[in-house]
């Protein structure tokens, strides 16, 4: 274990003999040159591993034993220790990180240790972009009055990020209205190579969301993380990782006109779905990579928890270098990157691919206008096939109506501003221009520019009854918007710029029109949402949308103009123009071409430079929070966002024993393919809920009750809100959704699952989860670990996990068992059953069994006790990893205020934090 300030960089240590020099434009620089160590055909992401294990090893065994495993391409399962260079946040799950760094420091004051001890060690970078919500939208004022109502909701949020920006050691924020992290990082943020001390190394960015994946496409190696891992991380513990394969995919040929980046990208997912590609790294070559730009690239890496994938590489080449000049990056910083990746060993070379685990194909030519959906970023659907396969999966809508029935599909008569409307299922009822995904790249936002002003031209608008929102990922999208001239033809379409942040992709897409909602909540109508982004889970981008489809953002119009999926936009006439003519999609496509050349002449470097100069400094109302730096944060008990969390009430500087669960209830039992937003919703707080019903308790008006994203702070809400999506299932209540479930201490009686969750907490009686394959995937939502573990959730009993939830399960203390003989419907087939799990105190001893036994009553299973490594047992036996990183600290204090970075925090690459994988 090598400890000190020094360490973080590894510029202290040298033991493999790699250290040497690295020139560039007359500044001598020291790297770790891995050339003796790597094969010249190792992949790029794996020689980027190998240099971290380099830097890092401090002469032992181990360390050569995990260069041997890298070596290994995957092959050897043994895990190795990676450090961060940086930790990337955004603010619904930075919040709750900050939140938890604060609640530390007071336990390490309770337990009579310093609180000044409780620091992130490397670089933390937070982005507030997940707050602002598109309740306004269609009219000029539209960004103002969104941000006054974000302010006025997030008053206390930012406060409390203020202070952490204050009293935090290495933790800097980048304020509201900046733009969505992802797209804020590869225009800026990212260095590609870093320096420190003198010393050159890669980036290797790990952040809190699942697209940090986003910034592979600039040759950087990252993926997200949970928050609970961000912030051992951010506290300078090491992650252990398994070598993971990887699959190599040679991109061939061009894009044919009329395709754009995210018909490409979602012909990836599909493709790398039916491959497989869950627990390894995706990495690019090939004459076809050349042909991308960097826009292109980071389009396809944003995709990469929908692939399954821990991350999406595109090797450094001269579009790299030309794209970070033209971003404002120094001219310093890019012959750094130029001369370390040709040094190392990162550089593209189309001839000379590495040698992969697996080679995918891919001939760009093949590519051809697409959607996905209408739940699953992998179910691409051709648009000349969008029609049937919509009348498809409608009728499979339909007959999951209000109380299980099949619902009628009729049209409904909705009036709007005086005028009567008919819509029938498929309306569209959200059509939203979002997400960094695709608002990153300006061919496919130019293009849906012109296509708005061709169809302005030929007298078409978006129907009324369709919410249209624009919401870029940066202020350089307004900008090269303006300069061409596009604003206004936008605007006569309804897409007026609503804010710059994560909205509707989140769910923060605000209300639908009213006489829309009405319609849904009194018929049954099924209704579609049509956006740019990357995730159309169920239930996740609005409470009245059944039916969610990704699509590139000229397709987005062109939904908006026809107002239905229930469309062949191939030959069908998106509308007619005033003298009655039809106005086809083809007609209005522009030209490739055109786009390039307004592209082209619409943007340059100065506009991100004047963007980014004052990225942590925010606006007025940002600077205008006054707050001061202290070592402990005043909690305010009247709060109804910022409370304190109660994980480390009553924890004592040794770990109590692990005990087997007796006696267990099944709290929830559920099907397959569960995601974290069932488990957690981002999304509205909706008037029926338990978290509706506390919050209107304290006073709290239903018009402020904000979404679960904005309310993470506040474990009380998070706690009612666990497993409260309205399109929850829970098998113990059949025939009810959202957090329902039945109380078998008062008869089997229905009720909330927050109340009978306490009542059971209060008898003593433990409890469990019991569910299908493919158990949390989704986004990387710590809450969906928290809420459980609060509720006091034990174990998760599953067929199988997706691999950061169960990470997340485990930081939180809650154990994830694989049923090995049966599923959910064989070991609780009416939910009623007793649950117990006996052979877990061998980790008392140190030894972690690879089986328990699970009686049902008197039904025997056998359970794969899924803690892969010795770090994971540590974490379960701690009670998770804020306590284990805690007591830590209180051993070696001394250490610790040298920075202290030898543990290691379990965080497999070999999976993705935010796929619904396995």
């Not at 794969?864 to 009670?879: K, M, S």
């Amino acid at each position: 274990m090598v400890r000190g300030r020094d360490h973080l960089a590894g510029s202290g240590l040298d033991a493999l003999g790699t250290r040497t020099r690295l020139d560039v434009l007359g500044q001598s620089l020291s790297y770790h040159r891995i050339e003796g160590l790597a094969p010249a055909d190792l992949p790029v992401s794996l020689r980027i591993l190998l240099e971290n294990v380099a830097r890092f090893h401090d002469g032992t065994a181990r360390g050569d034993e995990q260069v041997r495993a890298i070596l290994a391409r995957g092959a050897a399962g043994t895990p190795v220790d990676l450090y961060a260079s940086r930790v990337f946040l955004h603010d619904t799950n930075g919040v709750p990180t900050v939140v938890d760094l604060a609640a530390m420091r007071d336990a390490m004051s309770d337990l009579g240790g310093d609180p000044g001890l409780v620091n992130p060690v490397i670089a933390a970078e937070l982005v507030v972009d997940h707050s602002v919500i598109a309740d306004v939208f269609g009219r000029p004022d539209a960004l103002t009055r969104n941000v006054e109502l974000e302010y006025a909701r997030n008053g206390e949020r930012y406060r409390f990020l203020r202070w952490g920006q204050q009293s935090l050691k290495k933790f800097a924020v980048v304020p509201p209205g900046t733009g969505i992290m992802h797209q804020v990082n590869v225009e800026h943020l990212a260095r590609v190579v870093m320096v420190e001390d003198g010393l050159a190394f890669p980036d290797l960015c790990l952040g809190t969301d699942s697209h940090t994946t986003m910034v592979n496409g600039l040759g950087v190696l990252g993926w997200g993380i949970g928050g609970i891992e961000a912030e051992a991380a951010m506290l300078g513990q090491s992650m252990s990782a398994l070598v993971p394969k990887v699959v190599g995919v040679r991109l061939t040929g061009a894009l044919p006109a009329g395709t754009t980046a995210t018909d490409l990208v979602l012909t990836l997912t599909e493709l790398l779905r039916a491959h497989g590609v869950i627990g390894k790294f995706v990495e690019f070559h090939g004459t076809g990579v050349s042909a991308l730009p960097v826009t292109d690239r980071v389009t396809i890496a944003n995709m990469s928890p929908e692939f399954g994938s821990t991350c999406a590489l595109f090797p450094v080449d001269d579009e790299t270098l030309r794209y970070l000049r033209f971003t404002g990056r120094s001219e310093e910083q890019a012959a750094l990157v130029e001369a370390y990746a040709k040094e190392q060993g990162l550089w593209h070379r189309p001839g000379s691919p590495p040698r992969f685990s697996e080679d995918v194909d891919l001939d760009l030519s093949t590519v051809v206008p697409s959607l996905a959906g209408p739940s699953r970023p992998e179910d691409r659907v051709p648009l000349d096939q969008a029609r049937a396969r919509f009348r498809t999966a409608v009728a499979s809508v339909r007959r999951h109506g209000p109380n299980g029935g099949t619902r009628p599909s009729g049209p409904a008569t909705v009036v709007i501003d005086g005028t009567a409307h008919e819509l029938s299922d498929g309306a569209v009822a959200v059509a939203a221009i979002t997400s960094c995904t695709n608002t990153s790249n300006p061919a496919v936002m130019v293009g849906a520019g012109l296509l708005a002003r061709n169809a302005v031209r030929a007298g078409l608008r978006s129907k009324p009854w369709v919410k249209t929102t624009l919401s870029p990922g940066s202020r350089v999208v307004m900008d090269y918007y303006r300069r061409a001239g596009l604003v206004p033809d936008l605007e006569a379409l309804g897409f007026h710029l609503a804010g710059f942040g994560c909205m509707t992709c989140i769910g923060a897409s605000g209300p639908l029109v009213g006489a829309v909602s009405e319609a849904v909540a009194e018929t049954g109508l099924t209704v579609t949402s049509v956006l740019s982004g990357n995730r159309n889970f169920e239930g996740r981008i609005q409470p009245d949308v059944a039916m969610n489809y990704l699509a590139s953002p000229p397709l987005v119009i062109a939904y908006a103009l026809t107002g239905t999926m229930d469309v062949d936009l191939r030959t069908e006439p998106l509308g007619h123009d005033p003298h009655g003519e039809p106005v086809y999609l083809r007609d209005i496509w522009p030209d490739p071409a055109e786009i390039e050349a307004v592209t082209a002449g619409s943007i340059d470097p100065a506009m991100f430079t004047d963007a980014y100069t004052n990225v942590f400094t925010g606006d007025r109302r940002w600077q205008d929070i006054s707050v001061r730096a202290t070592e402990s944060f005043a909690w305010d008990e009247n709060s109804t966002y910022i409370r304190r969390p109660p994980y480390l009430d009553g924890m004592t500087r040794e770990p109590e024993t692990v005990k087997d669960i007796t006696g267990a209830r099944v709290l929830v039992k559920l099907g397959d393919k569960v995601t974290t937003d069932h488990i957690s919703p981002a999304g509205a707080i909706t008037a029926s809920s338990a978290a509706a019903r506390f919050l209107a308790q304290l006073g709290v008006p239903a018009q402020d009750f904000n979404t679960y994203a904005s309310r993470r702070g506040n474990h009380q809400v998070m706690m009612r809100g666990a497993f409260a999506n309205i399109r929850l299932r829970n098998q113990v209540a059949p025939g009810t959704r959202g957090g329902r479930t039945r109380n078998f201490l008062a008869d089997g009686r229905e009720d909330s699952i927050y109340d009978t969750a306490a009542a059971y907490r209060a008898a003593g009686v433990p409890m469990v989860v019991v569910a299908g394959e493919d158990y949390g995937g989704g986004s990387s939502r710590d809450w969906a670990a928290k809420g459980p573990a609060l509720l006091g959730v034990r174990a998760v009993i599953a067929r199988s996990f997706e691999r950061i939830h169960r990470s997340n399960l485990i930081a939180m203390g809650v154990l994830p068992l694989e049923l090995v003989d049966g599923g959910p419907q064989d070991l609780a087939p009416t939910g009623a059953e007793t649950i117990t799990v006996s052979g877990l105190e061998s980790l008392n001893s140190g030894h972690t069994p690879t089986t328990v036994r699970v009686l049902a009553d008197d039904r025997e299973f056998t359970a794969r006790v899924r803690l892969d490594t010795p770090r994971e047992a540590d974490y379960f036996r701690h009670g998770g990893v804020m306590p284990y990183v805690l007591r830590g600290l209180l051993a070696h204090p001394t250490e610790a205020d040298q920075f202290e970075t030898g543990s290691d925090t379990q965080v497999d690459p070999g999976g993705n934090d935010d796929a619904y994988q396995t």
